[in-house]
């Protein structure tokens, strides 16, 4: 697992309630480590580095119960990416901001940016692939947050 030490922030930002997030990037991912100490504070992402590999870990498991708490918010959306034959994961991590302090993660989950939204293809029940569709794609924006808490446990955050 990579190391947020290691590298050299992107950018810092302080936030509306006075504390500074160091932006780094991971992959395709968005880390934000959250400090309320100061700028460029060492020791929040050293906390932040040791509680990341279980945070990386926490991802499907984010995905899935943020594709469940989706399928009631958009059910016509997923009704028909069901009935298709296109597979793969519709939603995907693309931020996360850690909280080391509480050793707590937020993950923002949206468009998995992988998945072929543009080409058409069928439905399961078009044995002879008569009559090709085009998969809907995700309201604009959308996203849903879902917090692993300090023992590990996650949640929606139901009020973002």
């Not at 030490?5 to 480590?33: A, K």
């Not at 498991?61 to 597979?87: C, L, V």
Request: charged share 30%; aromatic share 12%.
């Amino acid at each position: 697992m990579e190391k947020l030490r290691g590298n050299r922030p992107l950018g810092v930002f302080s936030d509306v309630s006075g504390h500074f997030r160091s932006e780094y990037q991971i992959g395709s991912r968005l880390v934000w480590v959250r400090c309320r100490h100061r700028l460029d504070c060492l020791e929040c992402v050293d906390e932040a580095d040791e509680i990341l590999p279980d945070i990386w870990a926490a991802m499907p498991d984010a995905i899935a119960i943020a594709e469940g708490y989706s399928r009631k918010q958009i059910p016509d959306f997923w009704n028909t990416h069901d009935k298709a034959k296109r597979e793969g994961p519709r939603l995907d991590v693309w931020g996360i901001v850690i909280n080391p302090d509480l050793g707590e993660a937020s993950f923002d989950i949206s468009r998995n940016y992988g998945f072929d939204y543009s080409s058409p293809t069928f439905f399961k029940d078009d044995y002879w692939n008569d009559e090709p569709v085009l998969l809907p794609e995700l309201p604009d924006p959308y996203h849903v947050y879902v917090i692993r808490n300090g023992s590990g446990q996650l949640c929606v955050a139901i009020d973002r």
